[in-house]
């Protein structure tokens, strides 16, 4: 049994878990996604369009972007909890005209609207298989790309997580598919998270539907099937993710994070660095002067300065904008992830960084 699996005071700060949800505004899924033309790899439009994939007989669905020119570079998004394909469109956009890289962002198969108009469904497992499919229908399509980012955010960190330890390769069945992984407020223990959602789940509705939703993908409490939530627990995963050929990860995550714990990064970076995965880890203490996202002491204090948890539809969170301009000196300026640590904070500047 992993040495992850009881952890009662870690389990106590994910009980934020149901009320940051309660912040999150829905997003509607695509009411529906055909197939992109042949010879997609270049486009004119400042647009994205929406992307099926066969997966397993399946039908996977999401949204992609291209630039003007033959993208060298292929970004795969991966959405979280309460999203969907729709919240990257704009940062798809973005990665196509900006950076010159095709984008692609699935909905993970198994996501579905509830009743009241929330988006349902922890659909790790099947998110990354969607993602791999993606990734190697697209580099298919486009004739191959010299690099391709996996990029995931909050729960996309759980599903991105898992495509990375499945060691998927490209078409030639040797290459690694996935040359770099950035993990922004990741969840990286999903038991941590599945914990903190039941212990409110009596009192919050949206802790009900977390841990109703962790459940059905897990295929049963905790208690019943402890062998899948740590199968799917990242943090038990890194030796499959070093094995994977993943050139470098990199990580940036809220100290005062209020939905997924500061601790789930500050564990999964350890572990990176013991396995020997080259790993930048960025902490972000204060909010940089933008929104503070939900953070722990916002609960209790308006207005916190502190940086918390981000929406993943922000442009200017200090954690997505870290990792966007990260991923930009990274596709553009060519500048690999090394080992690393930084700290910025409210009190010393510049940043303090350790490493590379």
Not at 199 to 224: H, K, S, W
């Amino acid at each position: 049994m992993s040495r992850f699996l009881h952890q009662p005071f870690r389990a106590l700060l994910s009980l934020a878990l149901a009320l940051a949800l309660l912040a999150l505004s829905p997003v509607a899924l695509p009411a529906g996604a055909d197939p992109i033309d042949e010879n997609p790899c270049t486009d004119t439009a400042d647009a994205t369009r929406d992307y099926t994939v066969d997966v397993d007989g399946d039908t996977a669905t999401g949204v992609v972007a291209f630039p003007q020119q033959d993208p060298r570079a292929l970004v795969v998004f991966a959405h979280g909890y309460s999203h969907a394909s729709a919240s990257w469109v704009e940062h798809s956009r973005w990665a196509a005209t900006e950076l010159g890289a095709a984008a692609v962002a699935m909905d993970y198969r198994g996501t579905h609207v509830g009743e009241d108009g929330a988006i349902r469904g922890w659909q790790v497992a099947e998110g990354a298989a969607d993602m791999i499919a993606a990734a190697r229908d697209l580099e298919g399509r486009c004739g191959g790309f010299e690099t391709i980012v996996i990029f995931g955010v909050s729960m996309g960190g759980n599903s991105s997580g898992l495509a990375l330890a499945a060691q998927p390769t490209r078409l030639d069945g040797t290459t690694p598919l996935f040359d770099w992984w950035f993990d922004l407020e990741g969840a990286a223990n999903v038991i941590e998270t599945y914990q903190g959602a039941r212990a409110l789940a009596a009192v919050n509705t949206f802790a009900r539907y977390a841990q109703a939703d962790i459940e059905a993908e897990m295929g049963g409490t905790f208690e019943e099937v402890p062998e899948v939530y740590a199968d799917r627990a990242v943090v038990n995963r890194v030796d499959d993710i070093a094995a994977s050929g993943v050139k470098g990860v990199y990580m940036v995550h809220g100290v005062e994070d209020g939905l997924v714990p500061f601790d789930q990064a500050a564990e999964l970076h350890a572990l990176l660095t013991e396995a020997g995965v080259p790993t930048t880890f960025d902490i972000r203490v204060d909010n940089g002067g933008a929104e503070s996202g939900t953070t722990l002491s916002g609960y209790a204090v308006q207005g916190s300065p502190l940086a918390g948890h981000a929406s993943e539809t922000s442009t200017t969170h200090v954690v997505m904008r870290a990792g966007f301009d990260r991923l930009r000196t990274l596709l553009v300026d060519g500048e690999p992830i090394c080992n690393a640590t930084t700290l910025s904070n409210p009190v010393i500047r510049p940043t303090i960084s350790r490493g590379c």
